[in-house]
């Protein structure tokens, strides 16, 4: 079974700062997906960004970027430029790469970030 | 953008009743699930659902709860008899596809279930 393991409950960043959020993961798979995930206070999951293990760039999406390392099995989130509107709980999660069935994410436990001005 | 809806946004029931929440997941998904997230915990895989059966499930998902899709839009979760330790957010969440990059879970804003 696959684990998700976020070993920083809370952080904290001022505004305009970068913060980066550590993410591990122990599986046998060779091919599989991990996403970051944000919850706001309004409890909503919403999608932040994702990558493929197959494939070395790590992913980037405006602001948000991750490193991933397969071999180390991390995949942490840096948030440059932090906003007030980032402030909210990051779930690190990971999807077998399985075709025919639905495949579920597994989640980590999750970081609260708080950003400071 | 689509989305995918959950009602209600609370429901609050006593101990032994039961409960349905339903969501209506985006209209070209074929792959549905739910999450369940105990107040300050993990979210928590329930079960996935595709082409009218259950794929697979937690160790949650026990005999008292159920899924159905009644009809072409709506896909309920049924809890038959709350626990007390059944309260917090379900979250409903469906893809097209079964498991690829370009298919992620969309999520629902989730249901506040209290029990008491």
């Known amino acids: 079974a696959q684990t998700v393991t976020q070993s920083q409950p809370e952080m904290s960043v001022q505004e305009a700062e970068t913060v980066t959020l550590s993410c591990t993961y122990d599986?046998?798979?060779?091919?599989?997906?991990l996403f970051w995930y944000k919850q706001p206070p309004s409890r909503q999951m919403i999608l932040v960004i994702r990558?493929?293990?197959?494939?070395?760039q790590n992913a980037t999406e405006n602001r948000f970027s991750v490193n991933f390392q397969k071999a180390a099995k991390s995949f942490s989130l840096k948030i440059s430029d932090s906003q007030l509107g980032d402030a909210a709980m990051y779930f690190c999660a990971y999807r077998s790469e399985r075709g025919g069935t639905a495949s579920k994410l597994t989640f980590g436990t999750g970081t609260r970030l708080q950003v400071t001005l | 953008e689509p989305e995918v809806t959950q009602t209600p946004s609370h429901q609050v029931t006593q101990m032994g009743q039961e409960v349905i929440l339903r969501c209506v997941p985006i209209?070209?998904?074929?792959?549905f699930y739910w999450y369940r997230q105990i107040l300050g915990q993990k979210v928590e895989f329930l079960v996935s659902?595709?082409?009218?059966?259950?794929?697979?499930k937690s160790e949650i998902f026990d005999d008292q709860f159920s899924v159905e899709r009644p009809d072409g839009s709506n896909f309920t979760l049924k809890i038959r008899s709350t626990k007390l330790e059944d309260s917090a957010m379900y979250f409903c969440?469906?893809?097209?596809?079964?498991?690829?990059?370009?298919?992620?879970?969309?999520f629902g804003n989730g249901t506040r279930l209290t029990v008491t």
């Open positions: 209209s070209n998904h074929l792959y």
């Open positions: 990558q493929e293990a197959y494939k070395q």
């Open positions: 599986t046998s798979e060779s091919d599989y997906y």
């Open positions: 659902f595709y082409n009218n059966e259950i794929s697979e």
């Open positions: 969440a469906s893809s097209r596809d079964s498991s690829s990059y370009n298919s992620p879970l969309h």
